[in-house]
């Protein structure tokens, strides 16, 4: 189909248009929003579908708005041979006008237009390709459904057959596809999802299953009924089986029951007889227990008697022994008080024998203390005397080591001198010759000489006659002063040291060494004396025993000491040192009393003492014993009378009660009595055992036994037969109810149903496996033809989507029809996957290829509204290409509607229509024909005048 | 003396091929219709006994299917009976032993039953009139361990100057019997010899469904079914009006069946076969009494193939039950099978495969997806 013109008349907003496409190639219709471009192409598909009486929404929407008028559409196209322009008016002033101008001319209206007109394009145009071909503004541009297209397989198979392929006729496919279609709804009819019965299918299995249970059910009932049948013999068989049982064991019980009635009696008897044999038994033994009784009243009396008379023995002795105590008791307390008295005297002798001796002893120790005192004292004197002799200037050791070394140097210093002076030699010529020598007499024997040094002047002299003084000369001299630097030093510190040489000095060294080893001495001597206490403490000591000592004791030993220290102690007394071995010796001390006898005195009372008490504290215990056991004898004494009493009393009673007893009965015919009655109870037993003897023999036991045993087998036939008989009825009761059930009707019919159910479901599910079957073959062939036409179609689309993605390209094409998958530079993306714009390119690629393929004389425009809004421009600029190489070599119609024309500049429109927005003329005023420059030169075939504005670029 | 002896009314049996209702439902229409027919047989020996001024009726077992009929088949039953003018002996048999469940022994039965008939649910000698005497040998279980008819006939003495005595048993003789252990098979040798001695003058027998005498001895007979029960049968439908006394006895069998259960073979290779198939099922009488058993053998197209069971189609509704066995048909789709699809692209390669799997290898699937590929083709 072309279409060559379309002109709305008050649709929507646009009040008058027409529109002439190119017959061949592209063309563009471009303008602004709302301009009406999508409404032209709305337009067209009113004009096919919806009568001009109709009243659908897309027609009331069509109306222009608030304006009373009907929306008009016209159309010029060529579709196969016919070429026409079909007329429409809606709502208002209805109009429906075919014009059929080739092949053969007709004028059409009404109803019969409209018809005319589908019968046409039914028999010229594909239209499902008409739609699939177009791209509707707002809708993403995606895949077109190819699949099943007349037109399209007809081209296809065109293709396939031109490219060497069987050409087997597949352009009958179309049709083909729409029995594959009804196939597939019959096997719908029998499956569900994933093979899932459903309708006639899973209804027959159903009944089948439901049948199935039915005839079980009835088949049990039947079963039940035959079982009960069975029961009921069995039990009428058991029923007189039990009969017969019953009346044999009856007999038995009875036989069994006349024995055991025999053996009854007699067990009576033998029960009687040991009643009386035990009655005697008991009476002989009361006659015993009588006789045992008095017998032992007879014991009790007398030992009653016996008892009292040994307790008046008891008390008899009791009683003389407890005089005797008593007197032995105060005998011993006297003992015991004169033992005390003694105890006491010992005591106070002991204690004033003790006192003697302390006071000796003290007084002894007073007097040691003087002494000892008086000693220390002198000591202590003499140890400061010789502390003071030891204490002088010469008591330095080294000062005196120092005088003596300057000593030294004077005797140095002075041989030097002598060395290095002159001599003078001094030589008697006779004997007895006399010198002088510094005023010294020194005799000079003959021939001897005597040198002597000059160091300072020497005087020699012969006495009386002549004095020779020899001088040192002048080189002496220094060594002079040193002599005499040296002497001086050691005159100076012989004066310091109080000595006059330094011979003396080493002397009072020695002295005072001496002096400090006798202070020594004698601190030992104090320490000794004083035993570790100061001298006042033995003062102390001394006056606390003087205040101690009686007064009269006192003046006889105490004077002599006092009189003999005070002569020692003059410290003036010369003789210290001789003395100084006086101080050990304590002759010089008072005589000591002899304290011995005082203290053998003193233990010889103590101990005396200690034995009077000791035989004080002995009386008394033996008096207090003594006394404890007169007690206790007392107190037996008062038991035994008590005892005597009690004795007594039950002597009588017992007495008395014999008495009593034997008045009543003697003892001789208590025991006639008992003797009698035991012979009767031997009587007796022994005529029991002979009868319990006799009945044993029978054995009873075995007897009751079988007869219990026969009773009770009776009672369990009995209870047997109740049972049987209550079964019985049960299932007679159940076969009554059965009977009128008409179980076998009901198991005969479900028995029919199951045979028809199961004739059912295998017819049922043979035609599913028909159905299936079918589809199954019928797709598999479709598939392969598909494949066979799937090549040229995807060459076809290759060829033009390799202009916009490059020479790389290659596509999977499905046999729907559907790219599957695009490849490019070696890598493969699902087509889902692709970004929206490489969709659009390919979705755009695919249409133009079902363009260009299909036979013209067969082909629809491809209508594109405002497509390709994701593709940039270097690929818009690719695309045009496409255009460009669909058209080329077919002549195939594609329409472009766009706001936005410069998307489409490069395309290479065969036409391009700018649309300017067309509004109703003013109301009152007449539209004048405003027709701008380059206007309608072309008219079309209807004549019809253009009122409004179009453009057409050619 | 003359009496009528029948047998086997099997009263309450349904046949499958007869259609059922569904389940709770009523049974189906032939069914309803058959289970009428065998009342109206039972009528009708009731008017062929009157008639034939016969002076009673035995009816030798199985008188109802089961034990276990409901009171609906025991009402009408008794129904029927009611209409009879003489005494009516009814003997259980083993489809209807007198057991504990015993039918003629149920409360609905007595309560409807007429005053003339008599259950011989007990063995031994029954006095129907002065004169006259029936022997019963009823089943009591419906596994006897003896041969029941034997048994009775030992305990007899020869029947008393002027008395004829029939006896009425039940059970396969030994003579037609597949099984020789059986103990309750009915010894002929006895039976021969009772009536030598006299003991009894006639034996009859139910059990088998179709007329039969022991050959050389008319006074053995089964009567047969009063209307058929099955297609194994060959001559059912009669009772037997017996003229018997102590010199013999003569037999005549008298129809009261109206059903027949009929069995066919048909084969068919050619489109004249169909026509002549065709015509002679249109020509068989009273379809609606009869349940066609139609064997087909023969090699046909897919096309000849449809128009069989388009035939079979068109004259089932008419009969009572017809069953047709087209196992033995061969289809064989041709080309012009194919063609006549007037299928092109891939739908006639498809065509021409599913022919050529039924052809060859003979898939009945193919066959059938072939025939509903016709089926949608045409629809289009």
């Known amino acids: ?954 | 003396m003359r009496f009528v002896h029948t047998a086997d009314w099997q009263l309450g049996m349904t046949r499958r091929f007869l259609g059922a209702g569904r389940v709770g439902q009523a049974v189906g229409e032939a069914q309803a219709r058959f289970a009428q027919a065998r009342l109206d047989a039972v009528a009708a020996l009731g008017r062929v006994a009157a008639d034939e001024g016969a002076a009673f009726v035995v009816v030798c077992g199985d008188v109802f299917e089961s034990n276990l009929v409901g009171p609906d088949v025991v009402g009408r039953a008794c129904e029927a009976l009611r209409s009879f003018t003489v005494p009516v002996l009814l003997l259980p048999g083993n489809h209807d032993p007198a057991d504990a469940a015993l039918v003629t022994r149920r409360a609905d039965f007595a309560r409807r039953c007429p005053p003339h008939v008599t259950v011989l649910d007990s063995p031994g000698v029954h006095e129907v009139a002065p004169g006259i005497e029936v022997v019963a040998a009823p089943w009591a279980t419906k596994r006897p361990l003896s041969d029941l008819v034997g048994d009775r006939l030992r305990a007899l003495e020869p029947a008393p100057d002027g008395v004829v005595r029939v006896l009425a048993g039940h059970g396969a003789v030994d003579v037609l019997s597949p099984d020789e252990h059986d103990p309750a098979v009915i010894r002929t040798d006895g039976c021969r010899a009772a009536l030598a001695d006299g003991r009894v003058h006639y034996v009859a027998l139910g059990d088998r469904h179709s007329t039969w005498q022991l050959h050389g001895e008319p006074r053995i007979a089964y009567s047969g079914a009063p209307e058929v029960t099955s297609h194994e049968e060959t001559d059912p439908g009669n009772v037997l009006v017996v003229d018997a006394g102590p010199d013999g006895a003569s037999v005549r069998q008298v129809r009261v069946g109206r059903w027949a259960f009929a069995r066919e073979d048909a084969m068919v290779d050619t489109d004249d076969d169909l026509a002549a198939l065709d015509a002679r099922l249109g020509g068989i009488a009273a379809p609606e009494r009869t349940a066609l058993r139609l064997a087909v053998e023969g090699t046909v197209t897919l096309r000849q193939r449809t128009r069989l069971d388009a035939i079979a189609e068109a004259h089932a509704p008419v009969f009572a039950a017809l069953e047709v066995d087209a196992g033995a048909v061969v289809t064989r789709p041709d080309d012009a099978d194919v063609e006549d699809l007037g299928l092109t692209g891939f739908a006639a390669d498809a065509a021409r495969e599913l022919a050529d799997a039924a052809r060859d290898t003979a898939d009945t699937e193919a066959l059938d997806a072939l025939a509903l590929l016709h089926r949608l083709a045409v629809a289009r």
Not at chain 1, 640 to 652: G, K
């Open chain 1, 1 to 954: 189909m072309r279409l060559l013109r379309i002109r709305l008349r008050d649709f929507r907003g646009v009040h008058d248009r027409e529109v002439r496409l190119a017959e061949s190639g592209v063309t563009v219709l471009e303008g602004e929003n709302e301009v009406g471009k999508t409404s032209t192409v709305a337009a067209l598909d009113l004009l096919v579908d919806f009568r001009d009486d109709s009243k659908a929404s897309p027609v009331r929407a069509a109306a222009p708005a608030g304006r009373d008028a009907g929306p008009e559409v016209e159309a010029e196209f060529v579709s196969g041979p016919y070429h026409v322009v079909y007329r429409k008016r809606w709502l208002r002033r209805r109009l429906t006008e075919l014009t059929v101008l080739t092949p053969s001319p007709e004028q059409l209206a009404g109803r019969e237009a409209h018809d005319r007109l589908l019968a046409i394009l039914d028999e010229t145009m594909d239209r499902s390709l008409w739609l699939a071909l177009r791209v509707e503004q707002h809708t993403p541009l995606g895949q077109a459904d190819l699949g099943g297209h007349d037109a399209l397989s007809r081209a296809l198979d065109l293709a396939a057959a031109g490219a060497g392929g069987e050409g087997a006729g597949p352009a009958a496919d179309a049709a083909a596809e729409g029995l594959v279609e009804r196939a597939l709804a019959e096997v719908r009819r029998y499956h569900g999802g994933h093979g899932r019965p459903v309708g006639p299918l899973r209804e027959a299995g159903e009944r089948t299953t439901a049948a199935r249970e039915e005839v079980d059910r009835a088949a049990a009932a039947v079963t039940e009924v035959e079982r009960d049948v069975d029961l009921r013999a069995e039990l009428d068989r058991e029923a007189a089986g039990l009969a017969e049982e019953r009346r044999a064991q009856n007999d038995r019980v009875r036989e069994l029951e006349d024995r055991w009635s025999a053996l009854q009696a007699r067990r009576q008897e033998v029960a009687t007889s040991a009643e009386r044999a035990e009655h005697a038994r008991e009476r002989a033994g009361r006659a015993t227990e009588r006789q045992d009784a008095r017998a032992a009243l007879v014991t009790a009396t007398t030992s009653a008697r016996d008892a009292a008379a040994r307790a008046e023995q008891v008390l008899a002795g009791l009683e003389t022994r407890d005089g005797a105590r008593r007197d032995d008791l105060a005998e011993r307390r006297a003992a015991a008080d004169a033992a005390r008295a003694a105890s006491d005297t010992a005591t106070a002798a002991a204690r004033a024998a003790a006192d003697a001796l302390t006071t000796a002893r003290d007084r002894a120790e007073l007097a040691v203390l003087r002494g000892r005192l008086r000693r220390a004292g002198t000591a202590e004197e003499a140890r400061r005397e010789a502390a003071r002799a030891a204490g002088g200037p010469c008591a330095d050791a080294t000062a005196v080591e120092r005088l003596e070394g300057l000593d030294r140097e004077v005797v140095a210093a002075e041989a030097e001198l002598t060395a290095g002076a002159a001599t003078v030699e001094v030589t008697g010529l006779a004997a007895g010759a006399t010198v002088t020598v510094d005023g010294t007499e020194h005799a000079v024997a003959e021939g001897a000489t005597t040198t002597l040094p000059v160091a300072d002047p020497v005087t020699v002299g012969v006495p009386g006659a002549v004095r020779v003084t020899v001088r040192p000369g002048r080189d002496g001299a220094a060594a002079r002063r040193r002599v005499a630097d040296a002497r001086a030093a050691r005159d100076e510190l012989c004066s310091t040291l109080g000595v006059a040489d330094p011979a003396a000095a080493r002397a009072a060294l020695r002295a005072a060494g001496e002096a400090a080893a006798r202070v020594r001495e004698l601190a030992a001597v104090v320490e000794r004396e004083l035993d570790g206490r100061t001298l006042d403490d033995v003062r102390a000591a001394i006056a606390a025993l003087v205040e101690r000592l009686p007064a009269e004791a006192d003046p006889g030993p105490a004077t002599p000491p006092r009189r003999r220290g005070a002569r020692r102690a003059a410290p003036d007394e010369p003789g210290l040192f001789e003395e100084a071995g006086l101080l050990d010796d304590p002759a010089d001390d008072p005589e000591p009393e002899d304290l011995e006898p005082l203290r053998l005195e003193a233990v010889r009372t103590l101990d005396a003492a200690d034995a009077a008490h000791r035989a004080a504290r002995e009386a008394e215990n033996a008096w207090r014993r003594t006394d404890e056991a007169a007690v206790a004898a007392g107190t037996e004494v008062a038991g035994a009378r008590t005892a005597l009493a009690v004795a007594r009393s039950e002597a009588d009673r017992r007495s008395a009660e014999l008495a009593d007893a034997r008045a009543e009965q003697p003892d001789d015919a208590l025991a006639a009595a008992a003797t009698e009655a035991l012979a009767r109870a031997r009587r007796h037993e022994a005529d029991h055992e002979q009868r319990a003897a006799a009945l044993d023999a029978d054995d009873p036991t075995t007897v009751e036994a079988l007869y219990t045993t026969a009773k009770r087998a009776v009672e369990a036939l009995v209870a047997r037969t109740t049972d049987v008989d209550r079964r019985r009825a049960e299932v007679t009761g159940r076969l009554q109810v059965a009977g009128g059930e008409g179980r076998h009707d009901r198991l005969a019919a479900a028995r029919a149903e199951l045979a028809a159910a199961e004739r059912q479901h295998a017819a049922v599910t043979r035609r599913a496996a028909a159905a299936t079957r079918l589809h199954d073959t019928l797709a598999r062939r479709r598939d392969e033809v598909r494949r066979a036409y799937v090549a040229p179609f995807r060459r076809e689309v290759e060829r033009l989507a390799r202009i916009v993605f490059g020479p790389s390209l290659t596509l999977e094409v499905d046999p729907s029809l559907r790219i599957v998958t695009r490849t490019l530079n070696g890598v493969t993306v699902p087509f889902d996957a692709l970004s929206t714009g490489a969709k659009e390119q390919l979705g755009l690629c695919a249409r133009l290829a079902v363009a260009a393929l299909v036979d013209a004389e067969d082909g629809v425009p491809v209508l594109i509204d405002d497509a390709l809004g994701h593709s940039d421009p270097g690929r818009l600029e690719r695309l045009a290409a496409v255009f460009g190489a669909a058209a080329a070599g077919s002549s195939h119609q594609v329409v472009v509607l766009t706001c936005t024309p410069a998307r489409y500049r490069g395309i290479g429109a065969a036409r391009t229509v700018t649309l300017d927005p067309s509004y109703p003329p003013p109301e009152a005023v007449p539209a004048p024909p405003t027709e701008p420059a380059g206007s309608p030169e072309s008219a079309g075939p209807t004549g019809d005048p253009v009122p409004d504005a179009w453009s057409e670029v050619g």
